[in-house]
């Protein structure tokens, strides 16, 4: 089975910052990557797919990067409403569909 | 518009049966991959079992294979999964989502049902 492993699992981050969090899988998934952002009481959102493709509506300061084993989700000028919990995940259909164990960024 | 609309919170016995849904609007339910993930208290997100609904094609998370069933009903745009027997540690907010076309990724999901099993 195809593992996810995320880092940090908590950052803290002030308004303005750039933060990186990455994710890691157990063998190679080419660039099936997604992204996910939740905050406290909600459903996630699909930030990001295929690694790098903004889901509409998603603002430009979200990027990511990656393909193989390591990918990473970068927030520049991080915002107020950025502060939440992020979640990579691998889905394909005959393997499953595991997350990483999530990032909380949090206010410094 | 596109929805996902889950049915309400649950509060059962261990060792009863449960079935909660998921009722689809917005889009061709029959030809997109819905999903149910499980999210336990406090943790973080976890792929329980998938279904594509046009032709009730299926697939489960080892760690779920067994102990729930997912199913799909076209004719009322509704998703579906089932407990026999539940169990304490199947109290967890379960969410609904479909896969965005060819993308491997879920870009709509439903609000949620909360179940909680005690005695």
């Known amino acids: 089975d195809i593992q996810m492993t995320q880092s940090p699992s908590t950052l803290s981050a002030s308004v303005g910052d750039i933060v990186t969090i990455t994710c890691r899988a157990s063998?190679?998934?080419?660039?099936?990557l997604a992204w996910y952002q939740q905050k406290p009481g909600a459903a996630p959102k699909l930030l990001i797919y295929?690694?790098?493709i903004l889901d509409r509506g998603v603002p430009s300061r979200f990027s990511g990067r990656g393909s193989g084993t390591e990918f990473a989700l970068t927030i520049y000028r991080l915002q107020p409403d950025d502060f939440a919990t992020y979640y990579c995940?691998?889905?394909?259909?005959?393997?499953?569909?595991?997350f990483g164990q999530g990032t909380k960024v949090d206010i410094k | 518009e596109v929805q996902l609309l889950q049915s309400g919170a649950e509060v059962k016995k261990p060792g009863e049966s449960l079935k909660i849904s998921c009722k689809v609007s917005?889009?061709?339910?029959?030809?997109?991959?819905i999903a149910w993930m499980r999210q336990m208290p406090g943790k973080g997100l976890e792929w329980m079992a998938i279904?594509?609904?046009?032709?009730?094609?299926?697939r489960y998370s080892p760690s779920f294979q067994g102990q729930v069933t997912i199913s799909a009903d076209k004719s009322i745009n509704t998703a579906y999964l089932q407990w026999s027997s539940l169990k304490a540690s199947d109290t967890a907010i379960y969410y609904c989502?479909?896969?965005?076309?060819?993308?491997?990724?879920?870009?709509?999901w439903g609000q949620g049902t909360m179940v909680t099993v005690s005695s």
């Open positions: 063998q190679s998934i080419s660039d099936w």
């Open positions: 295929k690694a790098s």
């Open positions: 989502a479909r896969e965005k076309d060819g993308t491997k990724a879920f870009d709509m």
């Open positions: 995940q691998h889905f394909n259909s005959y393997s499953g569909g595991p």
């Open positions: 279904i594509y609904p046009g032709d009730s094609d299926t």
């Open positions: 917005g889009y061709g339910f029959a030809n997109y991959w």
